[in-house]
Structures are given as structure tokens and as C-alpha cells.
């Protein structure tokens, strides 16, 4: 049954015919001598064997979390912990030889699989931090704390041989205490809105918000991530025109931001509800180039983004 929506509701949907038209755009394997630029419909685990060495620059997983969860079609059961680890295993084997020696890694996971992929990740590569940011969304729970945090790990290739733009990546947050010196903002900027200060991130993100109805980013999948927070991983570890790679690529989000970024994208899926999702994302970022939260070459605090368009580039 065909959901009902309300008026102003931006989901973005496809009818039947669209999803056949945009899913015909996917590439069914890995394309010879093509290395950027294609969502693949197909089991990442099978598409991944097929495809050549060294040449992804950035990595970005967002795997199916141990729990029980239907996307599209399928449905992910929930396994016990030996089990989850075996699933991780054979996805990092696999993906592994597709690394370039400078390579950055980032793995989403919830607090129980968490444990799970921080200790694969090391066995396999250099764990560099641990991100956790607070999605807020989440079901109450009258004997537990309301789940609203998630993990991202953050590993190298290399120990010391990787890309981080941390200048790329800092928060512009309103300044509560406005230092002067001879009657000068100190490292803050003072405009006619207020003064804000760029600082530099920490791996405690508190200003992302998961996708909801009214976002035109916003699809129908269950867990899909919020383009701001992959906006962040895709500009401090990789730069214009490199390969960012997600094996589990879901509604598209990870190859969406890598093409208003300027980067290659290659995507796999294993469901073509999602795949054609992915390809008409990919088709509206031809005119919208926008991210929401991320503006004027930074990222804005939470709730100051009816600011930003104030802040003009004479006030910095």
C-alpha cells in the first residue's frame, strides 16, 4: 500500500516506471576499464572479487548493523557476535587489495557492533580514532537509555601516510564569550548577526541531524545517513577527483556527496529499489549542488544556519 504523505513532505520517491528507467543506468558488475563514476546493482560480497587493486583513495562503509532489519526486499537477521565478526571479516579481505597505500577508511557501526568492527579494524589497518555522533532519532526504551548515538571508525592504510584537510572540515559555532584585544574580536569574526569562530572538529559530532520528511535529501531507507555527516568524512580524507568507494552503497548518499564534492564514486548495492534511488539522487545533483549544513566552506553549528546566508564574506 502506497504510503500517505503529507503536503509538504520532500521524500523522494520513484513509481514503478522510474525505478526501471534509473535502474537500467546500474552496471550489473564491476566495469572493465572503468574506475569511477558507476553505481553497481549487485552483492558487494561477489561484486568486490572482481575488481581491480589499489584503487580506491576512501573508503566509507556503512554495513548492516546486527540487527533485525528489512531493507527493501531483504532482511538482515540478527546473528550472534561470532557470527557479525565472520560477515566483517570477509568484507574487509575483500575490499583490502582495492586500497591505495595512502587510503583512509571510515566504518559506521551502532554501540554493540561497535565493538565488534573497532577489533577487525585493527587487526587489519591503522585505527586512527573513533568518531561518535548523536542521530538523535530513536525508539525510548522504559528498562534501557534511548539509543542515539552511533560509531564511525576511523583507520588508515598507513600509519602516517594519509590525507586529512582538517582546514576542510571545521565548525563555525557562535561565540558566547567574544574575546577582544584593543577592542578586536581575537580569533573570532564579528558580524552584523553576531560572532562566530571556526574551530576545529572533534570526534564528538553533536550537529547532524538523521534525514527526515521534510529534507529533500530524505528517501525511504531505514538507515540512511545524513549527506552533512558524509560531506565531513568525504573532504577531510580524500581531495578533488579521487575514488570514494561504499560497498553497501543503500539510497546513494555516500555517491551523492562525492559528486557535489567533486570527487569519482563507485557504489554497490545489492537492492534496485535503492540502486534506481541512488541514480535519480545522482540525476538532481546535476542542478543541486546544495548540503544542508555545510555552506560558504564550512560547516555550521546546529541552529545557525538561518544565519549564514547574514554572514557575507565582507564580514570575515
Not at 571510515?106 to 585493527?122: A, P, R
Request: with cysteine; aromatic share 10%; charged share 30%.
Amino acid at each position: 500500500m502506497e504510503k500517505t504523505r503529507a503536503e509538504r513532505n520532500r521524500t523522494i520517491t520513484l513509481d514503478s516506471a522510474e525505478t526501471e528507467r534509473y535502474l537500467s543506468k546500474c552496471a550489473k558488475t564491476y566495469p572493465a576499464g572503468k574506475a569511477d563514476d558507476c553505481i553497481i546493482h549487485g552483492d558487494a560480497l561477489d561484486v568486490l572479487c572482481a575488481m581491480p587493486d589499489r584503487i580506491v583513495d576512501l573508503l566509507i562503509v556503512d554495513p548492516p548493523y546486527n540487527l533485525n532489519k528489512t531493507f527493501g526486499d531483504s532482511k538482515f537477521r540478527k546473528t550472534d557476535d561470532n557470527e557479525y565478526r565472520s560477515f566483517t571479516e570477509t568484507w574487509i579481505k575483500k575490499i583490502k587489495p582495492l586500497l591505495k597505500d595512502a587510503a583512509a577508511v571510515y566504518v559506521c557501526c551502532d554501540w554493540k557492533s561497535s565493538m565488534i568492527v573497532g577489533k577487525l579494524l585493527q587487526e587489519h589497518f591503522y585505527i586512527q580514532n573513533r568518531i561518535t555522533w548523536q542521530r538523535e532519532k530513536g525508539r525510548g526504551a522504559a528498562r534501557n537509555w534511548k539509543n542515539s548515538m552511533e560509531d564511525i571508525w576511523f583507520a588508515t592504510v598507513s600509519p602516517k601516510i594519509f590525507t586529512f584537510n582538517v582546514d576542510n572540515v571545521k565548525m563555525r559555532r557562535r561565540v558566547i564569550a567574544p574575546y577582544k584585544v584593543n577592542g578586536r574580536p581575537k580569533d573570532w569574526v564579528e558580524s552584523e548577526r553576531g560572532g562566530f569562530r571556526d574551530t576545529y572538529p572533534s570526534n564528538f559530532w553533536d550537529d547532524i541531524s538523521v534525514p527526515y520528511w521534510s529534507m529533500p535529501e530524505n528517501t525511504d531507507h531505514p538507515t540512511q545517513k545524513p549527506e552533512k555527516l558524509l560531506a565531513r568524512l568525504i573532504l577531510a580524507s580524500s581531495n578533488p577527483g579521487d575514488i570514494v568507494m561504499d560497498p553497501f552503497l543503500g539510497s546513494g548518499t555516500t555517491a551523492v556527496v562525492a559528486k557535489k564534492l567533486g570527487r569519482h564514486y563507485i557504489g554497490i548495492e545489492r537492492e534496485g529499489g535503492y540502486c534506481a534511488l541512488a541514480q535519480k539522487r545522482l540525476e538532481l545533483a546535476d542542478t543541486d549542488t546544495g548540503i544542508q549544513g555545510y555552506s560558504d566552506g564550512v560547516f555550521w553549528e546546529r541552529n545557525t544556519l538561518a544565519l549564514q546566508h547574514k554572514f557575507s564574506k565582507k564580514d570575515r
